[in-house]
């Protein structure tokens, strides 16, 4: 007996077990690898066959994401995060070709050979509309291999921490510090060195180079540690909190136990750090490790945060 239809309905079944079929692939293939960052907020990233149709510089390309043959801007624009290559445009951090042109080829060469993917952590669209992305490519064993990181393993930009923090951070801290070491790109000549150098101290930050000057290897410990041996220089500081306090305009006060010692060792967390910096059940008694300039202010020295972690255990 034949049923009525019976060939729709197994048309539509076989779809339906094709469609599973490849979204389960899918899901398979774009699994994160050992040595990228998994997105802070879990979104599912979007494989990509097609070339960029422009590469502007070092961090920022125009492709065509939705696939519909058009390039719209600037939702199409996309932005890769945790990293700001040398301007070759006339900007407000200035115009740097010498060290322009070289990430911007490097980016190319990357994203010469398709497929590749996009990946998005937290927020993804910047504030001009333009995506905010990692970029991952296949490498030559298959792997996926993180653009974004390359680009500043390879010394073409900074690891950039003003806006978000990635979740692998000490593997971006490793390599920005190999790049300082080793004098690559932006960290080869004396004059960018220092410019980046100090770019980066404004933004409460710098390279865990060895050979960095301001940045102390060892970690030290607050109950302690001497700090005016250090006023200038990068440290990390593991200590037990005495008292957490939140001052005007946002700003976190976190005392330190000293040995010895009434009170505690001030480390200051201006508000759009502690927006990145997981803050959360931080009271009397938890470990903490944080990192950032040793500073005197108002006659007194305190540490002024840039990242920090619990460290309990």
């Known amino acids: 007996m034949k049923i009525k239809g019976l060939s729709t309905i197994t048309a539509a079944l076989t779809a339906a077990l094709t469609a599973a079929l490849t979204a389960a692939m899918a899901v398979l293939i774009l699994l ?6 998994a997105p802070a907020e879990p979104t599912t990233p979007l494989i990509l066959n097609a070339r960029p149709a422009k590469i502007y510089d ?9 696939g519909n043959g058009r390039l719209e801007e600037p939702e199409e624009k996309v932005r890769l995060l945790y990293v700001d290559t040398p301007e070759l ?5 200035g115009q740097d070709p010498e060290h322009g042109i070289p990430a911007r080829d490097f980016l190319a060469e990357l994203l010469s050979r398709p497929p590749f993917r996009l990946r998005f952590s937290g927020q993804r669209k910047g504030k001009y509309g333009r995506t ?8 030559t064993d298959g792997q996926w291999r993180n653009v974004n990181l390359a680009l500043v393993r390879a010394g ?10 990635p979740e692998d951070y000490q593997e971006w801290v490793r390599a920005e510090a190999l790049a300082f070491d080793e004098g690559l790109g932006i960290w080869k000549k004396s004059g960018s060195r220092k410019k980046y150098l100090a770019r980066l101290q404004r933004e409460h930050r710098t390279p865990a180079g060895k050979n960095n000057p301001l940045f102390i290897e060892s970690v030290l410990e607050a109950g302690s540690f001497r700090p005016e041996q250090y006023v200038g220089r990068f440290i990390r500081l593991r200590g037990t909190v005495s008292r957490r306090r939140t001052l005007k305009k946002g700003v976190e006060l976190i005392e330190l136990q000293r040995s010895g010692r009434k009170n505690g060792f001030p480390a200051v967390v201006f ?3 502690a927006a990145l910096i997981p803050l959360e059940g931080w009271r009397a008694g938890t470990r903490v490790l944080l990192e950032g300039f040793i500073q005197s202010y108002r006659g007194k020295l305190e540490m002024l945060v840039h990242f920090g972690r619990r460290a309990d255990g």
């Open 156 to 165: 073409h930009s900074p690891l950039d921490t003003r806006f978000s923090v």
């Open 132 to 139: 905010l992305a990692l970029v991952d490519v296949r490498d």
């Open 89 to 93: 445009t006339d900007s407000h951090k």
């Open 58 to 66: 070092g961090d920022t390309f125009l492709i065509d994401i939705n």
């Open 271 to 273: 508000r759009q750090r």
């Open 32 to 37: 994160p690898f050992p040595g990228t960052a």
